[in-house]
């Protein structure tokens, strides 16, 4: 596996996709270092075992089918993590529906659809366009001013 997910956000929708993946990656592609994998889903209990387990470096809890979740997701990374890019299980992806996949879209401009075969987990980059806006947690947008105040100000002179 040549593929490095060092700083990636992975998507739970499947948490046993995504603790069986975790395990995997950390043992085989990266033996005795230290799991930089960023988890958002909605099962923070199984998120916590992941992250107690040393399989994840952080987790955010995410309802990924509300934009305000999703832009609040977006907040937090941008603000405390370098999400280098996005992965989803292969099949999460492919079953979105297009409101769902969309805001899959807007998270990151790198986004990958991850699978397993007989040689092990297979990363292909997502080529359905993608858009930059309050979802997504690679840029500006997604950073919180400092002050709000001044901001308010500033846009009502405008």
């Known amino acids: 596996m040549s593929f ?40 923070t209990r199984k998120l916590v075992k992941m992250m107690f387990d040393e399989l994840i470096k952080d987790y955010c809890y995410c309802d990924l089918e509300n934009e305000i979740s999703v832009s609040e997701l977006a907040t937090y990374l941008h603000e405390h993590h370098d999400i280098q890019g996005v992965l989803f299980n292969n099949t999460d992806y492919l079953l979105a529906d297009d409101k769902q996949r ?13 699978s397993f075969d007989d040689n092990g987990y297979i990363f292909n980059r997502i080529t359905d366009e993608g858009f930059k806006n309050h979802l997504s947690c690679d840029t500006d947008i997604a950073e919180t001013p400092k002050d709000l105040i001044a901001l308010a100000k500033a846009l009502k002179q405008k």
């Open 4 to 43: 490095e997910v060092t700083n990636y956000l992975l998507i739970d929708i499947d948490n046993e996709f995504s603790r069986t993946f975790a395990e995997y990656y950390f043992k085989h592609a990266a033996p005795n270092t230290p799991s930089t994998l960023i988890v958002a889903g909605s099962n």
């Open 102 to 114: 969309f805001i899959y879209n807007s998270l990151h401009e790198k986004r990958y659809v991850v």
